[in-house]
């Protein structure tokens, strides 16, 4: 295991050494975290799903009604059974994963921008940049996000897109403070004064040495956020404002089994325990992440 | 003395003036939604075959040709004043039909924070005076779950055990129909109105129907409190002062439920008022699973209606009492920490 | 008349951990009556440890283990947590060293002091605070009633350790655990707080234990010393006797001591002879000197 121990060497010879051997040490704290191995598994099957699901079965599959079919049981033909309109449960939980999985990117890339952009000039300059910057902050801290995406969805009309924006306009905030906290802590250390009196620009400064410090932290956070995103989504979606019919969105699946419920269970059921299971896997994942990088390991 | 008042008074302006800033900023929010959506204001009333002078008419007398500011200025007078328009759902002003549906959903609201609060403080007491031990792993366990489960998935989960399969509570809704109109609405709160009125079965019925949605509301909002609790509890228990009343021959009972509960009830006001904001929060996902009357049916009924007026109007009152609920754990803290009270 | 309040032989700590046990404290044997005996020692050393176990405050999962731990009659060795408790506060004493830290910061001292009182001797409310008021004026502090309805980030640190002997002292014990009673306070202040302590182990024919990690501060309050390392008691003497140490380590400490009336270029540093590390064949044990009032 020559890589091991070149990664594990307690004096590096590179920079990039260091910071590899750095994540490997991470990686083997984190693998002792058994809840969070867990959450990494859930996560990464999610993934998987995601990205092979149209490999593994047809997409069509998944839209196309067959009402001869409709409302069956588990069988081997169809593990999860079929829904109202036929269709295969299992293929559109996998093909719902891909949804969930598009909203929580889409959500995270807007995210963590905005918090950035808010939070790193608040901490840096201080004053009264500071001050606005975090009343605005603030303000938004206190909207409620799912009434807040219910009127906007009022407006707007429902729809994928329109759930991501309401999602994340009320979502960035924590970064901002997260970012803001991070910032003020590094402002005053000796290296960034030591950057500064090489003649490195404010914005130099800020994207070079501090971002990167922000990250991780960022990354815990928005791990233990995707739960809560995630069932947002999928309570809107529930209520019809996410996306739209015939997509396999795991919320609208739920509601629509709501009418089946009492004699098909399987038709709301299973697409809300993949909501409860992925919500789960990344709570355990942050958890762990958390754990792990606050040394409790 | 009289400086601890004024700081206190100065912080007290202070946080006043937080509220109304953020209050103001979500009616921008609500009146940007209301004038800047993609259906022309004036189409929806007139109707899209009205002449040209009707348009023009209508359109001045909504005000739709002043200043944008002005426009702003107009609506935050007519919200003052309690004007949120009428529901073109029930054509009557949206202001009655919220005082209406809202008491429904406080009474679920108010059970499930109870539960949580109850039972969620001392089950994260005992997980942090138990670190590491079972009743700790149980209660993180449980906690865990919580957070991950979807509320609307859960309440159909419930219904469909607990009152399909096993009888054990009464379903959707508030009151079964025969119990209609009996108890006179005094507060709006069903159990509450029919103990006033003394009418026993209705309350038996009343609370059959609310304990399903309850409890799980409440197991979910125990999944949070207890979580917080663990947390600032652990985090007490590794002070000095622990030690130090341990060292008097003080119980381990008094070091906790005294001490060090006594440090930490400023934090858990700030969690269960985040709770309840919370709990109002998601009454829409609640209520459409148990069809029940409140104000998150209305907002979601609405929002199919495409009554605007009542969806703002709802949003509005959710939105001003979960703001006023975040600043209100900020005061308590600001006035009650023997510490903060003093750095003026 | 046996004047030992204190015997304790063979005491160990030992923490267990993924990496081996760690043993921090290690065969430790000593005798205390009523006097003042200091344990000087390093961060590490177990000093602090050694006091821990005597109250039973020593926690799980670490293991504590002893030939014999007795308190005047009571064998310690046999007290279940319930015992302790009856112990502490009533028997044997603690004192901490951030009075800003080791007090609850939301209730008022003297309730605080008065706890004590209550838990101890179940008194009523008035008569507890009447117990508070008399201890706090016993530390010399002025306007008592006044002092009782303060918070800890009020007062001084010179008051606020006056406020927590107060507080540990009020149901009458026999032994009093200094833990760095003074490390956190002003120089000035730190003998006012000292001459207090001993004017009220005196009074009271009660016997002290002072942990500390000044040397000096040691040698000239305490009557005996104790010198800890790694776990290890290494020295044992007389205070007046410690210029004849006979440690390596006692003589380096002893030697980098700045003194007043010489003049030297450079103080000497400690060199760390990793052999002191090692277990002692026979561990150090000393009788208790039986100084009266």
């Given amino acids: ?64 009604q067959t009402l001869e079919n409709r409302l069956q049981p588990a069988t081997w033909a169809h593990p999860f059974g079929t829904d109202e309109l036929g269709r295969d449960i299992l293929v559109r939980v996998m093909f719902g994963a891909r949804i969930t999985l598009t909203i929580v990117v889409l959500v995270s890339l807007i995210v963590v921008p905005i918090g950035l952009a808010i939070g790193l000039p608040a901490g840096y300059f201080g004053g009264w940049i500071d001050a606005a910057l975090m009343r605005v902050t603030d303000i938004f801290l206190a909207f409620p996000r799912l009434v807040l995406a219910l009127a906007f969805a009022a407006a707007l009309g429902p729809g994928i897109e329109n759930a991501v924006i309401a999602i994340a306009l009320t979502a960035w905030p924590p970064y901002a403070r997260l970012a803001r906290a991070e910032t003020m802590t590094r402002r005053r250390s000796e290296f960034i004064q030591a950057a500064e009196l090489q003649g490195a620009s404010h914005l130099r400064i800020i994207s070079t040495q501090i971002v990167p410090l922000c990250m991780p932290s960022v990354i815990i956070r928005l791990t233990l956020d995707m739960a809560g995103i995630i069932l947002t989504a999928a309570g809107l979606g529930f209520l019809g404002l996410g996306a739209q019919p015939p997509s396999p969105e795991w919320g609208a699946m739920v509601s629509t089994g709501r009418e089946v419920l009492l004699d098909q269970w399987w038709v709301a059921t299973i697409p809300g325990l993949a909501i409860f299971v992925t919500s789960l896997g990344f709570n355990l994942l942050g958890d762990g992440l958390r754990d792990v990088s606050s040394g409790r390991g | 003395m009289a400086r601890r008042v004024a700081a206190s008074l100065r912080r007290l302006g202070a946080l006043l003036f937080s509220v109304v800033l953020t209050f103001l900023g979500l009616t921008c929010v609500t009146f940007a939604i209301g004038r800047f959506m993609p259906i022309d204001p004036v189409i929806a009333i007139v109707g899209d075959k009205a002449s040209q002078e009707t348009y023009d008419r209508v359109y001045r007398e909504l005000g739709l040709h002043e200043p944008v500011i002005v426009q702003y200025g107009n609506y935050l007078a007519r919200i003052a004043q309690g004007e949120f328009g009428n529901s073109v759902m029930t054509a009557r002003p949206v202001l009655e039909d919220l005082v209406r549906v809202f008491p429904a959903t406080i009474e679920l609201a108010a059970l499930a924070l109870v539960i949580g609060v109850v039972f969620g403080i ?51 809704g508030r009151l079964d129909v025969m119990y209609d109109d009996i108890v006179a609405p005094v507060t709006g709160m069903l159990t509450i109105d029919a103990l006033l009125a003394g009418e026993d079965e209705v309350f038996a019925n009343a609370l059959g129907h609310l304990v399903l949605p309850a409890s799980i509301l409440g197991f979910l909002s125990l999944a949070y409190v207890a979580r917080m609790t663990r947390s600032f509890m652990l985090e007490q228990l590794e002070q000095e002062y622990i030690l130090a009343a341990l060292a008097k021959g003080l119980s381990p009972w008094r070091v906790v439920w005294v001490h060090a509960l006594g440090n930490i009830w400023v934090q858990l006001v700030t969690v269960i008022a985040l709770t309840f904001g919370s709990l109002l929060e998601g009454a829409v996902l609640t209520e459409t699973v148990f069809a029940w009357p409140g104000l998150g049916l209305y907002m979601k009924n609405s929002l199919f209606a495409a009554d605007l007026n009542a969806v703002l109007g709802g949003t509005l009152l959710i939105g001003a009492i979960y703001i006023l609920l975040n600043m209100l754990s900020d005061l308590v803290y600001a006035l009650v920490d023997p510490r903060a009270r003093d750095q003026g | 008349m046996d004047a030992t309040l204190l015997r304790v032989r063979n005491l160990s700590v030992t923490y267990p951990s993924d990496t081996g046990d760690f043993r921090a404290v290690r065969n430790v044997s000593f005798s205390v009556g009523r006097e003042r005996l200091g344990i000087v020692g390093e961060s590490g050393s177990g000093k602090s440890t050694t006091g821990r176990a005597i109250m039973g405050l020593v926690r799980h999962p670490a293991r504590v283990a002893s030939d014999e731990m007795m308190l005047g009659d009571t064998d310690l060795r046999r007290l279940s947590e319930r015992g302790f408790r009856r112990l502490r506060g009533k028997r044997i004493a603690m004192v901490l060293q951030d009075p800003k830290y080791s007090l609850d910061p939301v209730m008022q001292v003297g309730q605080q ?181």
């Fill in chain 1, 1 to 64: 295991m020559a890589m091991r121990a070149w990664l594990l060497d307690p004096a590096p010879a590179s920079r990039r050494q260091a910071r590899l051997g750095g994540w490997f040490r991470a990686w083997l704290a984190f693998r002792r975290n058994t809840l969070g191995m867990v959450g990494l598994a859930i996560v990464l099957l999610l993934l998987a799903v995601a990205a092979f699901a149209p490999l593994i079965a047809d997409p069509a599959s998944a839209l196309t």
């Fill in chain 2, 122 to 172: 001392p089950a994260g007491v005992i997980a942090a005076t138990n670190r590491g031990r079972w009743p700790d792993q149980v209660m993180r366990f449980l906690s865990l779950v919580g957070y991950s489960m979807p509320v609307f998935w859960l309440g159909l989960v419930g219904l469909l055990l607990f009152y399909a399969k096993l009888g054990w509570v009464e379903g959707p």
């Fill in chain 3, 113 to 293: 002091i008065a706890e004590t009182h209550r838990t101890h001797l179940s008194s009523s409310r008035a008569a507890a605070k009447q117990a508070a008021l008399e201890m706090l004026e016993a530390v010399h502090i002025r306007d008592p009633e006044r002092v009782y309805h303060m918070y800890p980030h009020q007062v001084s640190g010179g008051m606020g350790q006056r406020i927590m002997i107060a507080m540990m002292l009020i149901a009458g014990p026999e032994l009093l655990i200094a833990d760095e009673p003074t490390s956190a306070l002003d120089v000035t202040v730190q003998s006012q707080v000292l001459s207090i302590m001993d004017e009220l182990v005196r009074g009271r024919g009660m016997g002290l234990i002072l942990i500390s990690h000044n040397l000096h501060l040691v040698s000239s309050f305490c009557d005996r010393v104790l010198v800890m390392y790694a776990g290890q008691v290494v020295e044992v003497c007389a205070a007046s006797r410690l210029g004849e140490a006979q440690h390596p380590y006692t003589r380096g400490l002893l030697a980098a001591l700045p003194e007043l009336g010489r003049r030297r270029a450079e103080l000497p540093q400690l060199q760390r002879d990793p052999a002191w590390m090692e277990d002692i064949a026979t561990p150090l044990e000393t009788p208790a000197l039986g100084v009266g009032p």
